[in-house]
């Protein structure tokens, strides 16, 4: 840790003592710990105390009605560990594309460790961001510019909600969840609250969570009938990377023609990215028709990378196509 920093460390007995706890200005929840104490290490982070949350941890995997939407969804425990839901049976049997996006995630060391909340709210892998000596970084130092826009931009978003930062969200779990239409429950002394996982982050503070909130479950609907699902990761080296670009992709057939699509993309912007536009568009195509790459292609018509990110156009569209016929084939 830098000299200069120092913060207390209490282990929270309850959830309420937890809510409690973080209502202390600048108080910080820790779990697994495999982004937070890489941060407060650097520098980059601070925080006068760390609340543990180790107490509170429930069952993994929960699978209950979700009415009114009808048959059995999944509740998935804030700090249930990544690895232990990539392994749950129900996951791996309804959920696929969760289960995939998991173990395509980090290395089997920081999956055992990480959790569910904590992969969803990690900060953003920018090197620029987590650079040892400060360079321009609008979320780590706001208004002093963004390095990326003359720097390396490869890595960069090709949709930008925030003129001051081009950087991505690297969660795969985020990226699968906003495919799914999933839902994170927060809970803060002031009462709870559902935020959609496609309303949970936001540009300028990275996720719409305020001093005192915890991040309690995620909740996952229920799966259509015939519903198939395939996660798709492209990134430079095959193992512990974060993606240059990702797809979710849910799909249900009426033989070979899609009667219903939902597409999230990663890598390409500061969330997960819905190509709410391609969906639509795929409605009644034959899953191996030329036209599918058409009907995603409508999806980009707004990005806007750097020079060094105009490859991930392409790269993304494609990977979104295969995603979808990988869905597709999925049994």
């Known amino acids: 840790m830098p000299a200069d920093t120092g913060f207390d460390y209490v282990r929270a007995a309850d959830t309420a ?3 409690t706890l973080l209502d202390t200005p600048g108080a910080k929840p820790i779990a697994g710990g495999t982004d937070l104490v890489t941060l407060l290490r650097s520098g980059v982070d601070r925080t006068p105390l760390l609340v543990d949350l180790a107490a509170l941890r429930g069952q993994a995997v929960r699978v209950e009605p ?12 804030a700090l249930a560990r990544m690895a232990d839901v990539a392994a749950d049976g129900w996951v791996r049997a309804t959920y696929p594309v969760i289960a995939q996006a998991l173990e395509l995630s ?27 000596a400060p360079t321009p970084c609008a979320k780590r130092s706001p208004g002093s510019g963004c390095a990326a826009r003359r720097g390396v ?14 950087a991505t969200h690297p969660s795969d779990l985020a990226v699968a969840l906003a495919a799914l239409d999933a839902e994170v429950l927060v809970e803060s002394r002031a009462g709870e609250r559902t935020i959609p996982v496609t309303e949970f982050y936001r540009p300028d503070a990275e996720t719409v969570l305020r001093q005192g909130d915890l991040v309690t ?40 023609v899609i009667r219903s699509a939902r597409l999230a993309v ?30 995603i292609d409508t999806a980009f018509a707004a990005a806007d990378p750097l020079p060094g990110a ?3 156009v392409e790269l993304a569209a494609r990977a979104a196509v295969r995603a979808l016929r990988a869905a597709g084939s999925h049994r």
Do not use: M
Request: hydrophobic share 45%; net charge positive.
């Open 17 to 19: 003592h937890a809510l």
């Open 217 to 256: 479950a995620v909740a996952v609907p229920p799966v259509a009938a015939g519903s198939r699902s395939a996660y798709l990761k492209v990134r430079e080296r095959a193992s512990f990377e974060f993606a240059l670009v990702s797809c979710a992709a849910e799909v249900v057939l009426d033989g070979c």
């Open 266 to 295: 990663g890598g390409v912007a500061g969330h997960p990215w819905r190509l709410t536009e391609a969906e639509s568009a795929l409605v009644g195509l034959e899953l191996g028709a030329p036209a599918v790459r058409s009907a």
């Open 153 to 166: 931009q490869r890595g960069t978003a090709v949709f930008t909600a925030d003129p001051d930062c081009v």
């Open 66 to 77: 979700r009415p009114p939407l009808g048959g059995p969804g999944i509740v998935l425990d």
């Open 106 to 132: 980090a290395s089997p060391q920081v999956r055992n460790l990480g959790t569910v909340a904590g992969n969803l709210a990690q900060r953003t892998r920018c090197p620029y961001f987590r650079a040892e």
């Open 310 to 312: 105009v490859f991930k």
